[in-house]
């Protein structure tokens, strides 16, 4: 028993000092060990935003300013030369003690071909993390062998000889030195590298990830996908080689095929206003002038994309008033996110705040008005009763004059004063039932009794109501710079003189909003030929111009058109919702030969004589509500007033949207020309505008449609599919001839054999042979099918079809079987084998299909030479 209570009090010993040893041993870095080590300290749930990566990460995105910018709690999880293995061990470490709202991952090292780290780099990776079988896994996918892997696991064998290199913050780096502040980058060197920035945009072509790579980074975002946690993938700007783009380019792909958001800086380090020349310190990091830049886009992508509370005004976070000045440690219950331009018609702000349904409540309202409004009697912000049986009381703030404001509070007491610039500061601080007024920090009064009776209704800015919830009116063309409203807080004098907000972004004006001059907004580059499928042209253009997405927009369409006999719904152009029970815009159509329609404002309608084949030119005005019509110099329309509710969609030509945004009604017009404008001009000057015609669009060349396939084909479901580069349909008038023996042992359900066929929705047409479910075929050709019953004998399948213009035959195994018109528009597409292709270019419908021979020729083969090739011919072919 002495013996064993020997041996067991020497071990006992042994592994206290052994402990203390490793522990002083062990390395320290500020990249990996540092960066871990301060987040297992962390409260559980603190961090929203997880960010793993490289240096690329670590030294390139500053925590400290998301936090500053904006309330992001971000944490850099990161390590030196850190590849994506070792990124997916970082992200998994971290979720067991964070629940972050998004991961975000620098994945540069996607874009090299290296197996493993250096043996320092993979070293830091692995140690970074505790004790855990995640950990046995990371150092095994570091590390070449078992012995390398389980040394860096032991630890001690690595870093045994670190003597020499010992201070006295290595014997108390895991107790005195354990930071829980906002994190921010360790310093960074002052000098610059002018970067040699390939133009990373201009290269598409893909390069394959190691399998080890594109393991691991699926590894990483079925982890996230588990988890239920957004993962955005990032490429932090660098002197990159082509190659390396190219492999990032498959990591995007990758990453788009998963659903998983990436940001390649690579291609967009312009948007993030980076300037290679003065913005690095090496090929690979930032200096101090990049670094802000960087940080501060990626903080507003991160806000614009996920739900991230600003953790500044959470006064339970535990970085709560870190870095923050006095003047923002208040958290606002309510502040604009943009300044309030207000156009009078229908904008305005519900903050939702009802200051006044405790007529002893407490609140602080700040406000920055510009003075420079247009009109007086012009509403900044109220909540104000203006029912007739309770008297008018509450809070109003108005413009009364030139840089004049009027500022009612309580029971209708007014207080005018005159702003001496452009811009103002105001504060009122309410205090039970007394109140506080300052100017541009100055005060006016303290403590002024101004009880009024409770008011439940919200606080607007750029409107009143008539009673609570009810009915806006009064809006007003009012600018409000920033507007935080405090909540049971009561400032000091000291606090409003150091409100200092930052300076809001613009909200767009409505257009033409208070502009004299009419600029131009959009031209019709050539003339617009619905139906005239020998143009170089689509079926219809999407100007980009949204009319309506503002009430208040004001407006003028100068237009040529050319009215045909066709009628029957033709579109000239639209901007029209066709949501039922509220069509609305603008919609210009021919519905009879002698008469075009136009529709106006909230479906206001109105007929407009015309002569077939005689042009006509159309001048429509729109200001704000108000609308305005010449037909060839002759007012038709005279200040018709129809408001309508804004509508999102952009103005086409030659067809319409439906409410699912959905593209219909293609239209055989001729558009001559069209100019928008903003803003409107009188009516003098209305009725002498005019417009030339637009040059007409280039004519379509048909391009030869020779091809041969060389060897038999066998598809699959995977990838597999053949790109013959052959345009069938790029006119429409083409004549050609295909001649295909495919193998039918073995039909499966909806397979793809070949196909030169738009997808578009709406505008299906082109060549498709497409197997059913119930062994027969259907045959597209042009807008029209054919049905080719099942036959379970028949083993082969001989085609030869032939098109001449829009006529077609069809032959099969010797026999005709279709003869039919099938009139289409031109389709830019190219002939597959194995696969069809979606509306946006990609490659779909992959189809294990077995064809023997495939062909296509210039020309449409005669019907009995058609009939004689389409035979079956005795063949012994493997594939």
């Known amino acids: 028993m002495k013996k064993l209570l020997g041996v067991v009090g020497f071990l006992c010993v042994f592994l206290l000092l052994y402990s203390y040893a490793n522990s ?146 290595d014997f108390y780096y895991y107790t005195d030195g354990i930071s829980t502040d906002v994190q921010d980058i360790l310093s960074v060197p002052s000098n610059n590298f002018q970067a040699s920035l390939l133009d990373y945009a201009s290269i598409t072509d893909e390069l394959p990830l190691t399998e080890k790579s594109e393991t691991y980074l699926r590894k990483t975002i079925n982890l996230c996908k588990s988890q239920g946690i957004p993962l955005l993938l990032i490429v932090a700007p660098y002197q990159a080689t082509a190659e ?133 009697n012009e509403v900044y912000f109220s909540c104000f009763s203006e029912q007739a049986d309770a008297g008018n009381y509450g809070l109003l703030a108005r413009k009364s004059g030139d840089h004049v404001i009027d500022l009612k509070l309580g029971a209708n007491i007014s207080t005018t004063f005159i702003a ?51 009915e806006k ?74 009319l309506y997405d503002e009430s208040a927009n004001r407006f003028t369409i100068i237009a040529r058109i050319l009215p045909n006999t066709l009628g029957s719904d033709n579109v000239y152009f639209s901007c029209f919702s066709e949501e039922p029970d509220h069509y609305r815009g603008l919609l210009v159509r021919q519905t009879q030969e002698n008469r075009i329609d136009l529709l106006l404002g909230s479906n206001y309608s109105v007929q407009v004589p015309c002569v077939p084949g005689q042009s006509m030119l159309l001048v429509i005005e729109k200001d704000v509500s108000v609308y305005t019509v010449y037909a060839d110099g002759v007012k038709v329309i005279d200040g018709i007033d129809t408001l309508c509710d804004p509508y999102e969609g952009n103005l086409l030509i030659g067809c319409q949207e439906d409410a699912d945004g959905e593209k219909f009604r293609f239209s055989q017009t001729c558009v001559m020309g069209l100019q928008v404008l903003s803003g409107v001009v009188e009516d003098e000057q209305a009725a002498q505008l005019t417009l030339e015609d637009a040059p007409m669009p280039e004519k379509r060349v048909g391009s030869t449609v020779q091809y041969e396939m060389s060897d038999p084909y066998l598809g699959d479901t995977v990838g597999r599919y053949l790109d013959t580069g052959v345009k069938l349909y790029d006119v429409s008038d083409k004549a050609w001839t295909l001649i295909v023996e495919l193998n039918a042992d073995s039909i499966n359900r909806s397979d793809a054999y070949f196909s030169c066929f738009s997808e578009r929705v709406g505008q299906y047409r082109g060549l498709l042979l497409r197997s059913n479910t119930d062994n027969s075929f259907t045959l ?97 072919q493997r594939f």
């Not at 006095?326 to 943009?338: C, G, H, I």
């Not at 909003?513 to 619905?530: C, N």
């Not at 419908?845 to 005795?874: C, H, M, N, T, W």
Request: with cysteine.
């Open 473 to 546: 009116f009064r809006y007003s063309r009012t600018r409000t710079l920033n507007f935080e409203f405090y909540e049971d807080q009561i400032f000091s004098a000291e606090q409003i003189a150091a409100w200092s907000p930052d300076e809001l972004p613009e909200t767009p004006l409505p257009l033409g909003f208070f502009g004299d001059e009419q600029q131009e907004i959009y031209t019709l580059r050539e003339q617009f030929v619905g139906g005239g499928w020998e143009y170089l042209q689509e079926s219809f253009i999407d100007t980009g111009v949204q």
């Open 780 to 876: 597209f050709l042009g807008v029209e099918t054919v049905t080719i019953p099942a036959d379970q004998e028949r083993q082969k399948m001989r085609f030869v079809i032939v098109k001449d213009g829009a006529h077609y035959r069809v032959y099969l195994n010797g026999k005709a079987i279709a003869t039919l018109e099938s009139e289409c528009a031109p389709y830019d597409g190219t002939l597959l084998i194995g696969c069809q292709e979606t509306a946006e270019g990609e490659k779909f419908r992959f189809s294990p299909v077995k064809i023997d021979a495939f062909s296509v020729q210039d020309g449409a083969l005669e019907p009995e030479k058609a009939q004689k090739e389409s035979e079956i011919r005795e063949q012994n």
């Open 420 to 470: 001496e610039n452009d811009t103002v500061d105001l504060a009122i601080v309410k205090n039970s039932q007394t109140y506080d007024l300052y100017v541009d920090g100055i005060c006016i009064f303290l403590g002024r009794e101004l009880p009024c009776n409770p008011y439940e209704g919200n606080l607007l800015i750029g409107c009143q109501e008539l009673s609570p919830d009810g």
């Open 24 to 169: 002083a041993l062990h390395i320290k870095t500020e990249d990996g060990i540092e960066p871990m080590r301060n987040y297992y300290a962390l409260p559980e749930n603190t961090v929203d935003v997880l960010m793993v990566g490289s240096s690329h990460m670590g030294r390139n995105i500053s925590p400290k300013l998301l936090w500053q910018n904006e309330g992001i709690a971000g944490y850099n999880l990161w390590s030196g030369m850190q590849p994506i293995w070792n990124s997916y061990y970082f992200v998994k470490e971290g979720l067991k003690t964070q629940k972050p709202k998004v991961v975000v991952i620098d994945i540069f090292l996607c874009g090299v071909t290296a197996e493993y780290s250096d043996s320092a780099a993979a070293l830091k990776n692995v140690q970074a993390v505790n004790a855990s079988l995640d950990q046995v896994n990371a150092a095994r996918a570091s590390f070449r062998t078992w012995q390398e892997a389980a040394e860096a696991l032991w630890g001690m064998p690595t870093y045994h000889n670190r003597y020499n290199e010992l201070t006295e913050n």
């Open 244 to 376: 390396e783009c190219m492999r990032l380019n498959t990591a995007e792909r990758i990453a788009r095929e998963e659903g998983v958001d990436f940001v390649n800086y690579l291609k967009e380090y312009q948007a993030a206003g980076i300037d290679p020349l003065s913005d690095f310190y090496d090929i690979g990091h930032l200096n101090n002038n990049g670094i802000p830049k960087l940080t501060a886009h990626l903080g507003a992508y991160l806000k614009a994309h996920y739900e991230l509370p600003d953790r500044r005004r959470d006064a339970a976070h535990i970085w709560y008033n870190q870095n923050v000045t006095v003047a923002t440690q208040n958290t606002p219950s309510y502040a604009l996110e943009r300044q309030f331009q207000g156009d009078g018609i229908t904008r305005s702000v519900d903050t939702g705040i009802r200051p006044l349904e405790n007529r002893y409540g407490s609140w602080t309202l700040l406000a920055r008005l510009d003075m420079k409004t247009y009109g007086d």
